[in-house]
Nanobody, 119 residues
Framework: QVRLVESGGGLVQAGGSLRLSCLAS????????MGWYRQAPGNQRELVASIAITMGGSTNYADSVKGRFTISRDNAKNTVYLQMNSLKPEDTAVYYC???????????WGQGTRVTVSS
């Protein structure tokens, strides 16, 4: 089992920045990638960014956040970060950390952290 705990959400004005953190504990070796999803009221959960845990650390971003958000990892600390710059009101959502596993196994989810961007 893997436990994911997010932190760093909050209220920020449009144009501001926030950094989310996700600390993973448990059988980390079962995860091959980590990422962030978000869900706004009335919307489906969508992938924001992901990063491979294995060598290379390849990243993937939603078009809506490219150039503004950066995902990174610190394997020694079992932590993944999401640096969010130039925030927009449409970035308002609950952000969830996810641990992705191979072979179509169900992912691990954190409890979510709320980000609110005021205009």
């Amino acid at each position: 089992q893997v436990r994911l705990v997010e932190s760093g959400g909050g209220l920020v004005q449009a144009g501001g920045s926030l950094r989310l953190s996700c600390l993973a504990s448990g059988i980390i070796s079962s995860i091959n990638a980590m990422g962030w999803y978000r869900q706004a009221p009335g919307n489906q959960r969508e992938l924001v960014a992901s990063i491979a845990i294995t060598m290379g650390g390849s990243t993937n971003y939603a078009d809506s956040v490219k150039g503004r958000f950066t995902i990174s990892r610190d394997n020694a600390k079992n932590t993944v970060y999401l640096q969010m710059n130039s925030l927009k009101p449409e970035d308002t959502a609950v952000y969830y950390c996810v641990g992705l596993r191979p072979y179509s196994q169900s992912p691990y989810w954190g409890q979510g952290t709320r980000v609110t961007v005021s205009s």
